[in-house]
T-cell receptor, first 112, second 114 residues
Framework: GEQVEQRPPHLSVREGDSAVITCTYT??????FFWYKQEPGASLQLLMK?????EINEGQGFTVLLNKKDKRLSLNLTAAHPGDSAAYFC???????????FGKGTQLIIQP | GPKVLQIPSHQIIDMGQMVTLNCDPV?????FYWYKQILGQQMEFLVN????????KSKLFKDQFSVERPDGSYFTLKIQPTALEDSAVYFC????????????FGHGTKLSVL
């Protein structure tokens, strides 16, 4: 079945710097992807949903890149601010399956 | 926005007892899910439920696990009997049309089996 590896598990950057979180997946039939953000004590909140037809996806303060050839999905936070401190999870969906496979998560800390 | 509510937020029980975790999904959603997250580890799929039936379940969904959603009531995960390794945070999620759409997650129920 699908395997998703997310790196790094922990990331600390200074306020204003960029932060990059990457997920690699194994199933070539994967065609929809999600990034979720989880603040302490809160539920997972959707950051962005990506279909395999779109390689560059712009959000507010971040960009999601999908490299289908390398089976790699990345979340790039630009100019990080304290509100970005949270756990981030990628999730991958495969055609014909009724489940998402999550990465292990990245704990991101933004230092002032 | 739409919310998924989970009750209780924390449950402590003795090994071998039965426990029921309750989820109130988004009102017009049709697909319901349970995920299990052990501290520091990834969120792992347990089960997907649609139209009164289990659509897919993982190997983590042991025989001691069951799910149901009687009409108009909570979507529940029952574990009977519980084991020590069942200690985890259990997240309920719902979606309107299936797992390729956005999942709305609850805050999770932390289950501690002693």
């Amino acid at each position: 079945g699908e395997q998703v590896e997310q790196r790094p598990p922990h990331l600390s950057v200074r306020e204003g710097d960029s932060a990059v979180i990457t997920c690699t997946y194994t199933d070539p039939n994967s065609y929809y992807f999600f990034w979720y953000k989880q603040e302490p004590g809160a539920s997972l909140q959707l950051l962005m949903k990506v279909f395999s037809s779109t390689e560059i996806n712009e959000g507010q303060g971040f960009t999601v890149l999908l490299n289908k050839k390398d089976k790699r999905l990345s979340l790039n936070l630009t100019a990080a601010h304290p509100g970005d401190s949270a756990a981030y999870f990628c999730a991958v969906g495969t055609e014909g399956a009724d489940r998402l496979t999550f990465g292990k998560g990245t704990q991101l800390i933004i230092q002032p | 926005g739409p919310k998924v509510l989970q009750i209780p937020s924390h449950q402590i029980i003795d090994m071998g007892q039965m426990v029921t975790l309750n989820c109130d999904p988004v009102s017009n959603h049709l697909y319901f899910y349970w995920y299990k997250q052990i501290l520091g580890q990834q969120m792992e799929f347990l089960v997907n439920f649609y139209n009164g039936k289990v659509m897919e379940k993982s190997k983590l969904f042991k025989d001691q696990f069951s799910v149901e959603r009687p009409d108009g009531s909570y979507f529940t995960l029952k574990i009977q009997p519980t084991a020590l390794e069942d200690s985890a945070v259990y997240f309920c999620a719902s979606s309107l049309t299936g797992p390729n759409e956005r999942l709305f997650f609850g805050h999770g129920t932390k289950l501690s089996v002693l």
